[in-house]
């Protein structure tokens, strides 16, 4: 009789990692679909110490779950150096006046706290609640959705307005307090991957790389997990299921869910991200000759402006610019060749920093299909659904929490109590 599994996780992100690693006293297979462990926390670190991230960039101090199991890791979170404020549109004076009345009606929103599934916030885009606004004051809130939930102002719910407009994405309402570590906005020392490696690490499980899991049958007793390899096919039973799939591909390969379950994953929506991760070297140093293929001239190929980077002096010691292209944009060259995506971000690294543009020593290149779940009308009214359980089945992720890392590793550890609390 093939052996059967305590619990079998499906997707080593932040969510099934953290689950992994509350249940290291168990049985415990992780299966994953990519290469590598982690989900968007993917880094690439360098000999001369400094790292890329590829996806998510820092930990501001109201993450109080990811700061609470990098301390229990014995990871190092350092100063980040740049702050989220900074993604914020500059606005003339007429424009900042036009805005009053917007920004008044949306503080007086997060003034009135009520339960975060309540139609007129949940249920109303933030392009809906904008009617009748100047079109810049709709450009303005089309920028803030971009760069912070990578979604549009039609894929974004007031609700989800007011939470990334909040106290970074803790609370949607001013009068809730908001806990807070007291170490400001840090960054993982050699890149967010840090983290989840070391959770993998300390998990003690079984985990299999390149293992894309296509259906997943419940049982009475144990549940079966069909996975693909290239062109080779396998199967493994476990007791239970924790499932950190994105929800849209959870849909499709568990099978027999409920009509309301299935119907909120349905519903989910995910933004899509190109990371090309622009490294510099010391002063003093020179780069590689890049070689340079025809981009859209008319396209974006930053959409953060180059406000992320590695802390420390760039100037004299170099370091990584995260650059990336939020959803918008993205769609845009979703297709292209990466090489054209490589030579536009560079021509845009070198209008806003000629001076470096010669120490540039390697662009990365990422595509990230499922980046963000958006905010969509009607998410807060899925939630229940979203988390859940089927039977053996318990689900986590950043749709089913907050769309952050915080939001998935705390996700993670309540499916992991719950997979604990039914063996």
């Known amino acids: 009789m093939p052996h059967c599994y305590e619990i079998a996780i499906l997707g080593a992100g932040v969510a099934g990692l953290t689950a992994a690693y509350r249940l290291r006293d168990r049985d415990v297979v992780v299966l994953e679909a990519d290469s590598h462990v982690g989900g968007r926390t993917l880094s690439e ?11 998510a960039q820092y930990v501001s101090a109201d993450k109080l779950k990811v700061i609470e199991l990098a301390d229990e890791l014995g990871l190092e979170l350092i100063p980040k150096g740049s702050h989220s404020a900074e993604l914020r549109s500059a606005m003339t004076p007429e424009q900042q006046r036009d805005m009053g009345p917007w920004l008044e009606r949306l503080e007086a929103e997060m003034a009135n706290p009520r339960p975060a599934d309540t139609p007129e916030l949940d249920q109303v885009s933030v392009a809906e609640w904008l009617e009748g606004a100047p079109a810049h004051v709709h450009d303005f809130f089309e920028g803030w959705c971009g760069s912070l939930l990578f979604g549009s102002t039609m894929e974004t719910s007031l609700y989800g307005l007011m939470l990334v407009w909040g106290d970074q994405r803790t609370s949607a309402f001013t009068t809730e307090p908001v806990p ?23 998990s003690g499980a079984e985990i299999r790389q390149g293992q894309t899991v296509t259906r997943v049958m419940r049982g009475n007793d144990f549940c079966t997990i069909e996975t ?14 924790i499932c950190a799939l994105p929800g849209t591909i959870a849909r499709q390969v568990i099978e027999g869910l409920p009509t309301e379950k299935a119907a909120a994953l349905a519903n989910i929506r995910y933004g899509r991200n190109i990371a090309t991760p622009i490294s510099i070297l010391p002063e003093g140093q020179r780069g590689p000759d890049l070689v340079m293929v025809p981009s859209r001239h008319d396209a974006v190929y930053c959409s953060n402006g180059f406000v992320l980077k590695t802390p420390g002096d760039m100037d004299r010691d170099g370091g990584c610019f995260h650059c990336y292209i939020h959803d918008r944009y993205a769609r845009v060259v979703w297709d292209d060749d990466p090489r054209s995506i490589q030579s536009g971000a560079l021509q845009a690294f070198r209008a806003a920093f000629p001076h470096l543009v010669d120490r540039v020593s390697r662009i990365g290149f990422r595509r990230w299909e499922n980046a963000l779940p958006h905010y969509h009308p009607g998410r807060m009214a899925d939630l229940a659904a979203f988390q859940a359980s089927v039977g053996a089945v318990h689900f986590c992720g950043d749709y089913a929490w907050t769309s952050n890392m915080d939001g998935a590793a705390r996700s993670g550890e309540a ?5 604990r609390a039914a063996l």
Do not use: C, M, P
């Not at 001369?48 to 991230?53: E, S």
């Not at 807070?180 to 300390?202: D, M, Q, Y």
């Open 180 to 202: 807070r570590s007291n170490r400001g906005e840090t960054v993982f020392r050699g890149g967010t991957n840090t983290f989840t490696k070391a959770l993998a690490k300390a």
């Open 415 to 419: 499916a992991a109590e719950h997979a």
């Open 228 to 241: 693909k390899n290239s062109d080779k096919t396998a199967s493994i039973r476990a007791r239970q299921v």
């Open 45 to 55: 670190s360098f000999d001369d110490g400094n790292w890329a991230n590829y996806a």
